[in-house]
């Protein structure tokens, strides 16, 4: 069974201050693993996919790596707007199953 | 702007009505969308993937009789929750990916779900 581990839970930070998100993954073969903002009462929004081991995106203040066991998502001088649930989901490499296992989230507060 | 699009988004309905809920994928076929339910500060449970002309696949544990999912076109899938009781009150969301199986899935905006 696929697993999905994220910490912190919830993490309080000052504008300006970096910090990063881990998310652990046990998955028998990795398809994908994607990153996702999701605000209350919302859908999540897509931010990033990485494929293999030693990847990275970036996206504005955010910047996703990938190693074989997780993946770490870098917030740089986050600004209030950052503040959100970001959540991390793994696809399988196996046939037909295209499902996504996702984590419990770490919710983000960005104080200014 | 949203590539999927999902309605209603807030529903409050009496014990023992059934309500559908619907899912669209804007300027792109898919032949597989995904429904997931979500409670309050919980991540998101897959509860099925909805396939285009073919019955959909139930996670463990989740009651297709219950929660009926019709993919009858490349743009749209419907979940109707039969015979709703309070505890089927939740956070539904559903999810396409935009080309392939496996990029990308992009999600709703959710249906909240109320039943008295």
């Known amino acids: 069974e696929d697993q999905v581990t994220q910490s912190p839970e919830a993490l309080r930070l000052q504008e300006g201050e970096s910090s990063s998100l881990n998310c652990s993954y046990t998955?028998?073969?990795?398809?994908?693993l994607f990153w996702y903002r999701q605000d209350p009462g919302k859908g999540p929004e897509f931010l990033f996919t990485?494929?293999?081991a030693g990847e990275e995106k970036e996206k504005e203040r955010l910047k996703a790596t990938l190693t074989k066991k997780e993946s770490f998502l870098h917030i740089t001088a986050p600004k209030p707007e950052d503040s959100a649930t970001y959540l991390c989901?793994?696809?399988?490499?196996?046939?037909?199953?295209?499902?996504?296992?996702f984590g419990a989230g770490t919710t983000v507060t960005v104080r200014a | 702007g949203a590539v999927v699009s999902q309605h209603p988004s807030w529903v409050i309905c009496k014990s023992g009505t059934s309500v559908k809920i619907e899912c669209r994928s804007l300027?792109?076929?898919?032949?597989?969308m995904f429904w997931y339910r979500q409670f309050p500060k919980q991540s998101l449970m897959l509860m099925a993937t909805?396939?285009?002309?073919?019955?959909?696949?139930?996670e463990q544990g989740v009651e297709k009789d219950k929660f009926l999912i019709n993919h009858a076109s490349l743009t749209l899938s419907t979940l109707t929750v039969t015979s709703a009781h309070p505890e089927d009150s939740s956070f539904y969301i559903c999810?396409?990916?935009?080309?392939?199986?496996?990029?990308?899935?992009?999600f709703g905006d959710g249906t909240r779900l109320s039943i008295l």
């Open positions: 300027d792109f076929q898919a032949t597989t």
């Open positions: 990485l494929y293999s």
């Open positions: 999810s396409a990916p935009q080309g392939a199986n496996d990029q990308p899935q992009h």
């Open positions: 989901a793994v696809q399988a490499k196996r046939a037909g199953d295209y499902k996504l296992s």
């Open positions: 909805s396939n285009e002309g073919s019955k959909a696949t139930y």
């Open positions: 998955v028998s073969g990795l398809r994908g």
